[in-house]
Nanobody
Framework: QVQLGESGGGLVQAGGSLRLSCAAS????????MGWFRQAAGKEREFVAA???????NYADSVKGRFTIDRDNGKNMVYLQMNSLKPDDTAVYYC?????????????????WGQGTQVTVSS
């Protein structure tokens, strides 16, 4: 069992930056794939970025070059650095853990989810 807690969301102007953090509990964290997903109002949850235990990362095309995912296995933390933010990035951002270790873009591969943190980008 893994428990996840996100932080770092907030209100930012377009072009600005935010860094989201996700704290994870559990002794097997280092072997899990970790992902970030987001859900805008009235839309389905979508993939943002994921990273496996070797630090191989996978990004949605919409955030490639602007967002960076990273993890610190010693601290059981995952981060999402978001630069050049756009109003379309406004959503609730969720951290997720995948015990099978594959940093995929598929919701079905992630068994554990945080409560989410709101990111709002104003124009």
């Amino acid at each position: 069992q893994v428990q996840l807690g996100e932080s770092g969301g907030g209100l930012v102007q377009a072009g600005g930056s935010l860094r989201l953090s996700c704290a994870a509990s559990g002794r097997t964290f280092s072997s899990y794939a970790m992902g970030w997903f987001r859900q805008a109002a009235g839309k389905e949850r979508e993939f943002v970025a994921a990273i496996d235990w070797t630090h191989n990362a996978n990004y949605a095309d919409s955030v490639k070059g602007r967002f960076t995912i990273d993890r610190d296995n010693g601290k059981n933390m995952v981060y999402l650095q978001m630069n050049s933010l756009k109003p379309d990035d406004t959503a609730v951002y969720y951290c997720a853990a995948g015990p099978r270790g594959r940093a995929t873009r598929f919701i079905r591969d992630y068994d554990f989810w945080g409560q989410g943190t709101q990111v709002t980008v104003s124009s």
